[in-house]
C-alpha cells in the first residue's frame, strides 16, 4: 500500500518526490506490535530512504485514541447496549451457514464436541457481555465460526493451494458467501450496534476531527485495526457498502482515506470518503501495489452529509456532522 499511496499522492501534487517533513506527511499508530509494524512496513515502501517518525502512546500503555473498549460506566448504558446486541443477534438469519460451517469441520466429531458437549452451532447459546474498560464479547459459537473463518481467509491470502483452503471446502464465490455471514454477524453484533459503536469510537473521532480541522499536516496516516475501522464507520452513519473482489468487509491493509477537495470555480471546499483495499486476488498474488497495479477503490457515502454522484458533499456540513458525533456544538 505504501509504494501506491506515495506515487499517488505526488501525482495529486500533495508531496513531491522529496522526503517528506511532518508538515507534509505525519504518522499516527496504535502501540499494538501489528499496529506499529504496519505502519512501519507503510513508510519503508512509501519513503524508502526517508526517516520517517512514527508518533504513538507510550509503549507501556495501551493508547486510549484506538482501544475499543466501554467507557461509558452508566447502569442504564450497559442495560441498553447489551439489549441492542441481542435484539440484532436476534436478527441474524445465520443457520444456513452454521450448517455449512459445521459440515466443513466435521464438528460433531471434533474434540471440543466430545469435551465440552457443545456440539450444534445453531442451538448452542450466543452470550453478549458489555462491561466498562472492556471489549464488547460474545461468547458461543458465532464467536467459534468467526475464528475458524479468520483462519481460512488467511490460509486463501497466504496463497495456499485451493483444494487445501479450507480442506478444498471453499473453491468459488458461493462458498464463501455461504460462510462468510458468520463473521459479518458476530462483528456485527460487537461492533455495529449503535450504542457501543459511538462510545468505543468517541476518542478516535476526536483525534479524527482535531487532525483535520487543528493540524497542518497535508497527509496524516493512522495505523489502527479493524475494530477502529467498524465503529468509526457505524457512527458516522456510513451507509451499507460493498467491497467489489473482496470477501471481507474490512480487509487486512484498508485504508479509509478522507479527503479534503476544493472547486477553484465556486471557492467551495468538499470532502470525500473511500475505501482503498486490496482484493483477494491481489493479497494472494502479492504483487506490489503501483499506480500501474492499484488496489481497489470503493466510493463510502454519509447518511448525514448530502453527497452527489461522485461522492463529494460539502466540508462545513462533514465538519458539522464530526462536530455533532464528538459535542463540540
Request: proline share 4%; aromatic share 10%.
Given at each position: 500500500m505504501g509504494e501506491f499511496f506515495s506515487s499517488w499522492l505526488i501525482k495529486?501534487?500533495?508531496?513531491?518526490?522529496n522526503c517528506p517533513d511532518e508538515n507534509s506527511f505525519y504518522v499516527y499508530a496504535n502501540t499494538a506490535q501489528r499496529?506499529?509494524?504496519?505502519?512501519?512496513?507503510?513508510?519503508?515502501?512509501?519513503?524508502?530512504?526517508?526517516?520517517?517518525?512514527?508518533?504513538?502512546?507510550s509503549d507501556t500503555q495501551r493508547d486510549p485514541i484506538f482501544n475499543p473498549v466501554v467507557h461509558n460506566s452508566s447502569k442504564a448504558f450497559r442495560t441498553e447496549a447489551i439489549e441492542e446486541m441481542k435484539t440484532l443477534l436476534k436478527s441474524l438469519h445465520l443457520n444456513s451457514s452454521y450448517e455449512d460451517l459445521q459440515n466443513i469441520l466435521d464438528y460433531k466429531e471434533s474434540k471440543y464436541c466430545v469435551i465440552k458437549h457443545k456440539c450444534d452451532f445453531i442451538t448452542d447459546p450466543n452470550k453478549v457481555f458489555v462491561n466498562t474498560g472492556?471489549?464488547?464479547?460474545?461468547?458461543?459459537?458465532?464467536?467459534?465460526?468467526?475464528?475458524?473463518?479468520?483462519?481460512?481467509?488467511?490460509?486463501?491470502?497466504?496463497?495456499?493451494?485451493?483444494?487445501?483452503?479450507?480442506?478444498?471446502?471453499?473453491?468459488?464465490?458461493?462458498?464463501?458467501?455461504?460462510?462468510?455471514?458468520?463473521?459479518r454477524g458476530y462483528h456485527d453484533v460487537i461492533f455495529n450496534t449503535t450504542?457501543?459503536?459511538?462510545?468505543?469510537?468517541?476518542?478516535?473521532?476526536?483525534?479524527?476531527?482535531?487532525?483535520?480541522?487543528?493540524?497542518?499536516?497535508?497527509?496524516?496516516?493512522?495505523?489502527?485495526?479493524?475494530?477502529?475501522i467498524y465503529t468509526v464507520?457505524?457512527?458516522?452513519?456510513?451507509?451499507?457498502?460493498?467491497?467489489?473482489?473482496?470477501?471481507?468487509?474490512?480487509?487486512?491493509?484498508?485504508?479509509?482515506?478522507?479527503?479534503?477537495?476544493?472547486?477553484?470555480?465556486?471557492?467551495?471546499?468538499?470532502?470525500k470518503i473511500d475505501y482503498v483495499y486490496q482484493g483477494t486476488d491481489q493479497m494472494r498474488e502479492g504483487k506490489a501495489l503501483s499506480l500501474n497495479n492499484p488496489p481497489e477503490v470503493t466510493m463510502l457515502k454519509l447518511e448525514g452529509c448530502v453527497m452527489?454522484?461522485?461522492?463529494?458533499?460539502?466540508?462545513?456540513?462533514?465538519?458539522?456532522?464530526?462536530?455533532?458525533?464528538?459535542?463540540?456544538?
Open positions: 495529486e501534487g500533495l508531496l513531491t518526490k499496529t506499529m509494524a504496519s505502519a512501519q512496513s507503510f513508510i519503508s515502501k512509501a519513503f524508502p530512504q526517508c526517516n520517517i517518525t512514527i508518533h504513538h502512546a472492556f471489549k464488547p464479547n460474545l461468547e458461543g459459537p458465532l464467536k467459534i465460526c468467526k475464528s475458524v473463518i479468520d483462519s481460512f481467509i488467511m490460509e486463501n491470502y497466504e496463497g495456499f493451494p485451493i483444494n487445501e483452503v479450507a480442506w478444498g471446502s471453499l473453491q468459488d464465490v458461493d462458498q464463501w458467501d455461504a460462510i462468510l455471514g458468520l463473521t450504542l457501543i459503536a459511538q462510545d468505543l469510537a468517541k476518542p478516535l473521532l476526536k483525534f479524527i476531527t482535531e487532525l483535520l480541522l487543528k493540524r497542518q499536516a497535508k497527509v496524516t496516516l493512522l495505523m489502527g485495526h479493524d475494530a477502529n464507520l457505524k457512527s458516522m452513519g456510513f451507509k451499507p457498502y460493498t467491497l467489489e473482489k473482496q470477501y471481507e468487509m474490512t480487509p487486512a491493509g484498508g485504508k479509509i482515506v478522507i479527503q479534503k477537495w476544493g472547486n477553484n470555480t465556486s471557492g467551495n471546499m468538499y470532502a452527489d454522484d461522485n461522492g463529494f458533499c460539502l466540508w462545513d456540513d462533514f465538519v458539522k456532522l464530526l462536530n455533532g458525533l464528538i459535542g463540540n456544538v
